[in-house]
């Protein structure tokens, strides 16, 4: 195959924008699909076919899409982005869009760019191997390493603060017609968890989950409403974030962008903040200094305070329950898909032990105090 000197260029940004029509299959339950069976040889015919590039290729794991790594004989690097089928192609459409948005209003941001296909498009519909009808996209490749596998130096808590909040300022004027989609992460979608508490096999653990559900229903739900909502990325996890080395001391990259919904502020700092939590005496510690930086730069309000340690509970009784839920049907894909079920206990557990006043106290006294440098 030939290759390319170059990557296509970038395109135009956009706030939003009508996709092709949702496959038949489209309001199906994504976590239920296995990712798109697609082979290095058939991504690599993608590439050239669509976009023009070859190179060495090799593929990256991932939940619910086909990824590939390619890098081209220039040095430049390439993420092929093949969707899985069973998503709305509307969602995925906003995917698209709201990388170029992003590109428009805060171009120094560190997230991917969109490259334009051969025939000058956004994305690309292809048939698979299974005869299915695949979105397929080429992004720039964003270096660095995963912060899940690196070690936080001093502030980068106080940068991913920063530069969560400064990604929600950004998305504030972008506006998309599949933003409201069920999506099951979404934090204030936790009252449908209930029919997977069964796959968790702890007895304890499944009760303390059902009466956290309990309290969502009764007492936290109703006061979702009333909190500021807007596009958010809603899974600021290390797993998504790229920082300079593995003794971090800066973040370089905002990556998958794959669980952005429209809901309250708060529940996308509660996402960023569930894996944040420290072992020790303070488990607020470092929660502390992301939600100061993030009210440096985008001012919290009392109830989106009050609310972030439940909200914070709820992410992790999503990630046990839905964790729980597919290690039991995908048991040989579990590994992965259990890889934060450890921390997401510890974090509930030491939650719990604190007690929300406690936790409602630290936040309050966070955003009071001067911000360290």
């Known amino acids: 195959m030939g290759t390319m000197s170059s990557l296509p260029r970038g395109l135009p940004p956009v706030l939003s924008g009508a996709g092709p029509e949702p496959v038949d299959m489209a309001k199906a339950d994504l976590l239920a699909q296995d990712a798109p069976a697609i082979s290095l040889e058939i991504a690599a015919d993608m590439a050239l076919e669509l976009y023009g590039v070859s190179g060495e290729i090799r593929p990256l794991s991932a939940e619910r899409d086909a990824n590939f790594h390619i890098r081209l004989d220039t040095g430049e690097e390439a993420l092929l982005r093949i969707t899985n089928a069973v998503e ?21 941001l560190p997230v991917q760019r969109i490259h334009a296909s051969l025939a000058g498009r956004s994305s690309e519909i292809m048939n698979g191997p299974d005869g299915q009808t695949h979105v397929v996209r080429l992004m720039t490749f964003l270096r660095g390493t995963v912060l899940s596998s690196a070690t936080p130096g001093p502030g980068l808590h106080i940068e991913l603060g920063t530069l969560q909040a400064r990604l929600n300022r950004a998305l504030r004027g972008f506006f998309h017609p599949a933003a409201g989609h069920y999506l099951q992460w979404d934090i204030k979608q936790a009252h449908r968890l209930r029919p997977m508490l ?7 653990l499944r009760h303390r989950l059902t009466r956290l559900l309990d309290r969502f229903d009764a007492e936290i739900a109703p006061r979702l409403p009333h909190l500021r909502a807007q596009v958010v990325h809603n899974d600021f996890n290390p797993h998504n974030l790229l920082v300079d080395a593995p003794q971090a001391t800066c973040l370089t990259g905002i990556i998958d962008f794959g669980d952005m919904v429209h809901t309250p502020i708060a529940c996308d700092l509660a996402v960023a903040c569930s894996y944040q939590i420290a072992e020790g005496a303070d488990p607020m510690c470092r929660i502390a200094e992301m939600v100061a930086a993030f009210n440096a730069m985008l001012p919290l309000e009392d109830e989106e305070l009050e609310l972030l340690p439940d909200l914070i509970r709820l992410r992790h009784a999503t990630t046990l329950s839905i964790g729980a839920w597919r290690a039991q049907r995908y048991p040989g894909n579990a590994e992965y ?37």
Do not use: C
Request: charged letters at 20%.
């Open 337 to 373: 898909i259990l890889r934060n079920g450890a921390a997401s206990l510890r974090g509930l557990n030491a939650l719990e032990q604190l007690g929300n006043e406690a936790a409602i106290k630290a936040l309050h006294a966070a955003v009071r105090a001067p911000l360290s440098e």
């Open 88 to 108: 709305d192609r509307a969602v995925t459409d906003m995917q698209t869009a709201v990388l170029m948005h992003l590109a428009a209003v805060d171009p120094s």
């Open 198 to 204: 069964d796959a968790v096999a702890d007895t304890d």
